[in-house]
């Protein structure tokens, strides 16, 4: 009997070890990749990424939209505000929740 909660106590113990190396080795394999040099196709990838960052920041929206894609937007929200109503639609909206008001009955 003894022996049987050991080895299910050792199987436990086995089973939460491997679980935490497994994690920290994926972990240490994040971390040297991001220390060691990129290949040239995934450096060219993160500067076109950081290129776009910036420039939609200076932009303050989608970068390299022409006229069309600012009529569609206008039209497309246009649309949308007649279904829906009023509001701005480029907004997450607020929800606000009231508790109900219960009423108790005599019995």
């Known amino acids: 009997m003894i022996l049987r909660q050991i080895l299910r106590l050792s199987s436990l113990f086995h089973s939460s070890v491997s679980i935490h190396m497994r994690r920290n080795i994926g972990l240490s394999a994040v971390v040297f990749n991001k220390t060691k040099e ?3 196709v995934q450096k060219l990838f993160l500067d076109k990424i950081r ?3 910036m420039k939609s920041k200076q932009a303050g929206g989608p970068v390299d939209a022409g006229p069309d894609f600012q009529k569609d937007m206008n039209e497309s929200l246009a649309r ?11 907004k997450f909206p607020e929800f606000k929740f009231e508790e109900p008001k219960f009423e108790e009955t005599p019995k």
């Open 38 to 40: 990129l290949d040239p």
């Open 80 to 90: 949308l505000q007649r279904a829906y109503g009023e509001g701005d639609l480029t």
């Open 51 to 53: 290129e776009y960052n």
